[in-house]
């Protein structure tokens, strides 16, 4: 049973800096893509940021480009979601998600980690 595990989020002051960190574990067979999704309870989850395994591409949502960074650790299952200059917008859930390959979407997600911007 695969499993992600985020961590890293918490409250910070806009312009601020945070790194988020997703780890996949269990069952892991062939991994296509990873990233990041946000959504407050209740709303539609928004794509952040992705990251293509084994080439390492990336995509962004345009709110993010330019602010955040995703990477990958591959030998540790894990990406790392870098954001700075934070806004009060980007305030929300932040879901770890990745895709097999063998899946036409992201088809395991973990749980999510809160990410407060105050002013």
């Known amino acids: 049973q695969v499993q992600l595990v985020e961590s890293g989020g918490g409250s910070a002051q806009v312009g601020d800096s945070l790194r988020l960190s997703c780890t996949a574990s269990g069952g892991i067979f062939s991994i296509s893509m990873m990233g990041w999704f946000r959504h407050a309870p209740g709303k539609e989850s928004d794509f952040v940021a992705g990251?293509?395994?084994?080439?390492?591409?990336?995509y962004y949502s345009a709110p993010v480009k330019g602010r955040f960074t995703i990477s990958r650790d591959v030998a540790k299952n894990t990406i790392y979601l870098q954001m700075n200059n934070l806004k009060p917008d980007d305030a929300d859930v932040y879901y770890c998600?990745?895709?097999?390959?063998?899946?036409?979407?992201?088809?395991?997600w973990g749980r999510g980690t809160q990410v407060t911007v105050s002013s």
């Open positions: 998600a990745l895709r097999t390959q063998m899946a036409t979407t992201y088809d395991h």
């Open positions: 990251i293509i395994w084994n080439e390492g591409t990336t």
